[in-house]
């Protein structure tokens, strides 16, 4: 079968630096992406990950181990903007395999 | 670019009844894909097209679900009968990519089947 592990629920600080993990079996991988989904909105492109190592963009940063079948997202300077749901998602095939996504709770 | 476009964006509607959900991809984007997302059950790939012809279906519930994408500007979810448990907020997504990891998702049609 296919599946993507990650934490249903982070809680942080603002300010603060947050990891959030995905482990991931599949059947086929290509590359993992991240997307951001705030509450009542649209899942939104983060990053993408085909080979190993970190890829940073601004304050957000994303990892990944394929001898490891693990990444994650890295968000520093957290701000309450990025309170939201993250999804890691594989892509297999021709499609993307999505996690059941992790939701961060960031506290003043 | 206006992004990808979504219509309606609420629809109430009574069991039984046939909804048909509307989705304009952002122009050059030659993959399609529609999603359904509840709480439940997370997001889940319903049906893909690539150059307006479906490619795996295999996400559609049942035969109560049908998708159509008659040109490279237009595609159609239609439900029929509608069942209290199709109640789900429907994506549209469009990708340029060949590897379609980034995908561009318009604002949903929220579902909700009494």
């Known amino acids: 079968g296919q599946s993507l592990e990650q934490p249903s629920e982070v809680t942080a600080v603002e300010g603060a630096i947050v990891q959030i993990n995905c482990t991931y079996q599949t059947s086929g991988f290509y590359g993992l992406s991240w997307y951001q989904q705030h509450d009542g909105g649209a899942p939104t492109f983060l990053s993408y990950?085909?080979l190993d190592g970190l890829e940073e963009t601004g304050r957000f940063s994303s990892f990944l181990s394929r001898s490891d079948s693990y990444g994650y997202l890295l968000l520093q300077e957290l701000q309450m903007k990025d309170s939201a749901s993250y999804f890691c998602?594989?892509?297999?095939?021709?499609?993307?395999?999505w996690g059941a996504g992790t939701k961060l709770i960031i506290k003043p | 670019d206006a992004g990808v476009i979504q219509s309606p964006r609420h629809e109430v509607t009574e069991m039984g009844q046939e909804v048909t959900l509307r989705c304009k991809p952002i122009s050059g984007h030659n993959s399609l894909f529609w999603y359904r997302q509840t709480m439940m059950r997370g997001l889940e790939l319903l049906i893909y097209?690539?150059?307006?012809?479906?490619?795996?279906d295999s996400g559609m519930p049942e035969d109560r679900f049908s998708a159509k994408m008659p040109n490279a500007s237009f595609s159609t979810l239609k439900i029929q009968p509608s069942e209290p448990r199709d109640s789900a907020v429907y994506f549209c997504a469009s990708s340029s990519r060949q590897d379609h990891y980034e995908q561009y998702f318009g604002p949903g049609t929220r579902l909700t089947v009494t």
């Open positions: 998602a594989v892509k297999s095939n021709y499609q993307l395999i």
């Open positions: 097209f690539n150059n307006n012809v479906p490619i795996d």
């Open positions: 990950n085909a």
